[in-house]
């Protein structure tokens, strides 16, 4: 299986300040035939379901804020709240689809400082 | 508009069996890939179950494999997980979620409120 890790495990931002959150796979999700990451970035605030925020490592979801963008290939990938907002508040789970079964990451905690 | 909404947890004995389903609106849902993932309390998402679009090809995670069962009914719009042999590891919120595609392989785009399975002794 793939494993996948997330650093921080938590961590609290000021209003307007950058977020940045750190996902690792144990091998590439790099799927070379058409040269796109399968992983896949979710956000979900207490009680609610998990929402779709970028797919393909750096595409962001139609009306999801631009304040939310993903980068990195192969092993490596951030997702970077630029502006912190308050609704912003929730946990972040990447996940992988490349190999079955598809793994999630541990989740960041993002609260406000 | 996409709706998933979830039906059919409760509260379970150690072995007991329970038939989740998931009823979909608001797409063709014959043409997309459907699963289910689950979190238990406190826990990470759990990926459990995927089923393609079309319905031929299935896959699990280990931990379920050969205890559940992923279909869909195309007719009536709706996902169905079955459960049997059911552990106290299996106590989870259980969401159905929409793939982007037909394909197993595609991420997914839009997730149900989740039902509650909670397994007892």
Known sequence: DIVMTQSPDSLAVSLGERATINCRSSQSVLYSSNNKNYLTWYQQKPGQPPKLLIYWASTRESGVPDRFSGSGSGTDFTLTISSLQAEDVAVYYCQQHYNIPFTFGPGTKVDIK | ?121
């Open chain 2, 1 to 121: 508009e996409v709706q998933l909404s979830e039906s059919g947890g409760g509260l379970l004995q150690l072995g007991g069996s329970l038939r989740l389903s998931c009823a979909a609106s608001g797409f063709t849902f014959s043409s997309y890939a459907m699963s289910w993932v689950r979190q238990a309390p406190g826990r990470r998402l759990e990926w459990v179950s995927v089923i393609c679009g079309g319905g031929d090809t299935t896959y699990y995670a280990d931990s379920v494999k050969g205890r559940f069962t992923i279909s869909r009914d195309n007719s009536k719009n709706t996902l169905y997980l079955q459960m049997s042999s059911l552990r106290a590891e299996d106590t989870a919120v259980y969401y159905c979620a929409k793939g982007q595609s037909a394909s197993c392989y595609s991420w997914d785009d839009y997730w149900g409120q989740g039902t509650l399975v909670t397994v007892s002794s």
